[in-house]
């Protein structure tokens, strides 16, 4: 599980990045990379990191699921997902 610390720092991107968000398409449309630069550096969304929105893990990440796949698995057999099941064969 990611600290508490790290999870709040990516809500506030995220936060920041949805506010910016209309404003940088301006920008960018109208070329004004001068005014872009001015913009806070956590504006932008390449700074993002796709995280586990449970616990906060950056890796494994299930881009349909919105959770890494420890806690996808966890789930999906506690039956907590639905139309997910176990494969048997």
């Given at each position: 599980?990611?600290?508490?610390?790290?999870?709040?720092?990516?809500?506030?991107?995220?936060?920041?990045?949805?506010?910016?968000?209309?404003?940088?398409?301006?920008?960018?449309?109208?070329?004004?990379?001068?005014?872009?630069?001015q913009l806070p550096r956590n504006a932008s969304p390449v700074r993002l990191k796709n995280r586990c929105q449970l616990t906060g893990r950056p890796k494994g990440y299930m881009r349909y699921f919105g959770i890494s796949r420890v806690t996808f698995r966890d789930m999906a057999l506690n039956g907590k997902i639905p139309g997910v099941k176990k494969a048997s064969w």
């Open positions: 599980m990611a600290k508490e610390s790290v999870k709040a720092r990516q809500r506030k991107r995220e936060a920041m990045v949805a506010k910016f968000a209309e404003k940088r398409a301006e920008l960018k449309a109208a070329g004004d990379y001068a005014a872009l630069d």
